[in-house]
Nanobody, 126 residues
């Protein structure tokens, strides 16, 4: 079992920055991959970024590439999502997720992640 708790969401103006955190517990954090997803009102959940167990494999959605940075601190059992140059279209509930089964792959489908956090709201005003 893995428990995930996100934090760091909030309201920010367009062009601003936020850093989301996701604290994990329950299994050896350094053994699985982590991802960030988001879901805006009325839209499907979408992939944002993923990070392999040792931070070697990083992959981003085209919509956030160059603006968002995923990182992890295995000593703190935490994954981060630094979000810069935020746009109103980034407004969504952001979820972190753990892939404990296929950590050696870059996974962008939510169905490949087996544990999820409760989500944190990010609102970007124009």
């Amino acid at each position: 079992q893995v428990q995930l708790v996100e934090s760091g969401g909030g309201l920010v103006q367009a062009g601003g920055s936020l850093r989301l955190s996701c604290a994990a517990s329950g299994r050896t954090f350094s053994s699985y991959a982590m991802g960030w997803f988001r879901q805006a009102p009325g839209k499907e959940r979408e992939f944002v970024a993923t990070c392999g167990p040792s931070s070697v494999r990083l992959f981003y959605a085209e919509s956030v590439k160059g603006r968002f940075t995923i990182s992890r601190d295995n000593a703190k059992n935490t994954v981060y999502l630094q979000m810069d140059s935020l746009k109103p279209e980034d407004t969504a509930v952001y979820y972190c997720a753990a892939d404990t089964n296929t950590a050696w792959k870059i996974q962008t489908r939510g169905s490949e992640y087996d544990y999820w956090g409760q989500g944190t709201q990010v609102t970007v005003s124009s």
